[in-house]
């Protein structure tokens, strides 16, 4: 018999207070900043709670000023906060972003070593609370960020399948944060063999699998297991290779002008799994995904 299921969607994951310069050039020289949330996980849930979903994040945060600000925020967007454990003994991680207007790739500083969300381990995972999802979405950013991250990522993913319940995973590289690239293709692609949904960008899936086309990079997930493999091609839209709907390309939406680049591929994942829970088609999905990321 199938467990009742509480809300849509869980997510575990490290949310940092982002501080984003109010002008452009390099950080140093900025003297004002936009205070924000940053986390792969959370924009993806953020997103995921404005397209009408329940989601439940479990994470871990100081109760410093920072950690209390990122509390209040995702709690404000009616996420279900209640395994968020907050550690007096422990920091929040946070980050410099420098303003860009030219879509380049701003420049970033993570102050996330040591933070209280890398010390998440598996026996954080309340089981009951996370089955009561019908969905989890993942990423490789999570289980990067820390050695006791990872064994957690993976343990949330062993629950929801020995469950029943559907696995989307965005690899989301950070080589900054593994020990090589030939430890963070093994683990990545590892995490990925236990997804439903795959959502490789183009270039991640060039450096994951060798191969050099979509259809190549969808292969071999494909062969791996997924259901569905969505790989972004950013402005040319994306390529799927699905169960349900053989394969396809849907076509990007256009963007005038091109200022961040940074969150469309969680808008991106956002779109997808939303459309997918909601029972949509998976052109459909990806096409809801590619106008979220251009938006974003």
Known sequence: ?????????????????????AEPGPIEHATMFHRRTAGAETNVA??????????????????DSMGRALLATM???????????CDAAQRTGFQFKGRVIDGSDPPVEYHRKGSAASHMRPEDIDEAWLRSARHLHATGVFAAVSDT??????????IMRAAGR????????????????ARMRECINDLAARADWVLPGMEEGRLLTGESTPEGVARFYRGRGAKLVVVKLGPEGAYYDSDAA??????????KEVVDTVGA???FAAGVVSALLEGRSVPEAVRRGAWIGARA
Do not use: Y
């Not at 991250?149 to 062993?158: F, G, H, K």
């Open 1 to 21: 018999m199938t467990e009742p299921t509480a809300f849509d969607v869980a997510t575990f994951g490290e949310a940092m207070l982002l501080l984003v310069a």
């Open 46 to 63: 953020i997103g995921l709670a404005r397209l009408g979903l329940k989601v439940g994040w479990a994470s871990r945060l100081g109760t």
């Open 75 to 85: 709690q404000a967007e009616g996420i279900d906060c209640s395994h968020v454990i």
């Open 149 to 158: 991250t990872l064994p957690t990522a993976l343990r949330s993913m062993e």
């Open 166 to 181: 559907s696995i989307s995973f965005d690899p989301n590289l950070r080589p900054t944060l593994w020990a090589g690239e």
């Open 246 to 255: 053989g394969t396809g390309h849907v076509e990007g939406f256009p963007v």
């Open 265 to 267: 591929g969680d808008g």
